[in-house]
């Protein structure tokens, strides 16, 4: 069982920075494949990146490519998510997931935080 712990999250101003953290229980921690993904009102949960640290492999979703980076620091059980260069379609409730398969669907992780808002005004 993980437990997940996001943090980080608030309003910004378009062109302005945040940075995400996401804090897990669990002594596995860098077993998991660790994944972010977002949800703006009335649109489904949507992928914007994932990190398998076993397999040194990171994606990212198009949208969000060049201006996001996903990291983790697995001796504090924490992942983190640096956006830069928001734009108010960033605006949404950010989440943390933890799997066993690499992927971007949200149905190859097993385990979510309870989410915390961007808000990115024009």
């Known amino acids: 069982q993980v437990q997940l712990v996001e943090s980080g999250g608030g309003l910004v101003q378009a062109g302005g920075s945040l940075r995400l953290s996401c804090a897990a229980s669990g002594r596995t921690f860098s077993s998991y494949v660790m994944g972010w993904f977002r949800q703006a009102p009335g649109k489904e949960r949507e992928f914007v990146a994932t990190?398998?640290?076993?397999?040194?492999?990171?994606y990212y979703a198009d949208s969000v490519k060049g201006r996001f980076t996903i990291s983790r620091d697995n001796a504090k059980n924490t992942m983190y998510l640096q956006m830069n260069n928001l734009k108010p379609e960033d605006t949404a409730e950010y989440y943390c997931a933890a799997g066993r398969v690499l992927g971007s669907s949200r149905h190859q992780y097993d385990y979510w935080g309870q989410g915390t808002q961007v808000t990115v005004s024009s």
């Open positions: 990190n398998s640290w076993s397999a040194g492999r990171t």
